[in-house]
């Protein structure tokens, strides 16, 4: 796996989470929290030029609320739930331009595609893909990253 594509992932990931809601981002999991499927909302966001591939983000729902109400400047308990899935959206909108920015050559250019929420999370099984888990507040959650331009075989 590429030190590169790593290094562009955990970038986007950790500057995004701290421009956006101060939050540091780390990747020592031991005593972090993971919650089951059912309590997690996941984006996908397409990459469709010059390389094709797929961003899912996968975030348990109470830190979704949380980075939420940290944004929107509102308490947990006055967020809807289009709120949070906005929010899940324009995360994964961000990592995925720093991302691209970061991976391929200065001043190329690329495609995205337009957050989908309420979307499963990616099957591991796909031989061109990776996850990636990071933890933020003691709660773990992911990032994956489909796509066969990533992955030269």
């Known amino acids: 796996m590429s030190e590169e594509l790593d290094a ?3 970038g986007a990931i950790a500057n995004t989470l701290e421009n956006m ?3 540091e981002v780390g990747r020592d ?3 972090a929290t993971r919650y089951p499927a059912e309590e997690t909302v996941c984006c996908r966001l397409l ?5 094709q591939g797929e961003i899912y983000l996968v975030m348990p729902i109470p830190l979704m609320r949380k980075i939420a109400s940290t944004v929107y400047i509102m308490p947990e308990e006055e967020l809807s739930e289009r709120m949070l899935l906005d929010m899940l959206g324009e995360l994964v909108n961000t990592v995925a331009g720093l991302f691209m920015n970061a991976y391929l050559p200065k001043n190329q250019t690329y495609a995205l595609g337009l957050p989908e929420t309420g979307v499963d999370r990616p099957e591991s099984v796909l031989s061109t893909m990776k996850e990636w888990e ?7 959650f992911s990032l994956s990253l489909t796509g066969d331009g990533f ?3």
């Open 151 to 153: 992955f030269p075989e």
């Open 134 to 140: 990071f933890q933020t507040e003691d709660t773990v």
């Open 21 to 23: 809601a101060f939050l």
């Open 29 to 31: 999991l031991e005593d």
């Open 8 to 10: 562009a992932i955990y």
């Open 47 to 51: 990459i469709h030029d010059p390389l």
